[in-house]
C-alpha cells in the first residue's frame, strides 16, 4: 500500500555518466519501499532522462530529487549547475534515429505533466527540471 504521508530523497552526484545507474537504482528501491512499484518502470525511464541530460549537457554536479506529495503525486527532477533552459523536446516519432534529443520527448509523452524553471539561492545557480507522475498511472 503506498504511503499516504509526503516524504523528498535528494541524491547529489558527480558529473560522470555512471551516476546515472546509481540514480536509477536508488530510485526502484526507494519506491519499492515506499509501496509504489507500479510507478518504477515509468519512473526509472523519467529519472533516467532527466539526470542524463544533467550529467551529459553540463560540467558541473548534479542530483536527483524524488518527492512524494499526500495527493499522490510523484515528482521527479534533476537539479544541475548550469542556468541555460533545456532544450526544447522535439516531437517523438518512431523515425527519429540514435538516442540523442529524445530525452524531453520522452519526458513530456509519459509524465501527467513537466517543467523547469532556473535556480539561484545562497549564491548557487543552476536549474532544475521535473517530471510528475500519478498514483493512478
Known amino acids: 500500500m503506498p504511503e499516504t504521508e509526503p516524504w523528498e530523497y535528494s541524491l547529489y552526484i558527480p558529473n560522470d555518466p555512471r551516476a546515472v545507474t546509481i540514480c536509477r537504482r536508488t530510485l526502484r528501491l526507494i519506491l519499492t519501499m515506499h509501496g509504489l512499484i507500479r510507478l518504477v518502470d515509468v519512473a526509472e525511464l523519467m529519472a533516467t532522462e532527466l539526470v542524463s541530460n544533467a550529467v551529459r549537457h553540463t560540467k558541473g554536479p548534479a542530483a536527483l530529487r524524488v518527492r512524494w506529495s ?3 503525486v510523484l515528482r521527479i527532477g534533476a537539479w544541475d549547475a548550469d542556468p541555460s533552459p533545456p532544450e526544447p523536446p522535439r516531437p517523438f516519432t518512431p523515425e527519429l534515429e540514435g538516442e540523442d534529443g529524445r530525452g524531453l520527448a520522452l519526458v ?18 543552476g536549474k532544475y527540471v521535473w517530471c510528475e507522475l500519478g498514483a493512478a498511472g
Do not use: T
Open 108 to 125: 513530456r509523452a509519459c509524465a501527467d505533466v513537466w517543467g523547469w524553471h532556473p535556480l539561484s539561492r545562497f549564491g548557487n545557480r
Open 70 to 72: 499526500v495527493n499522490g
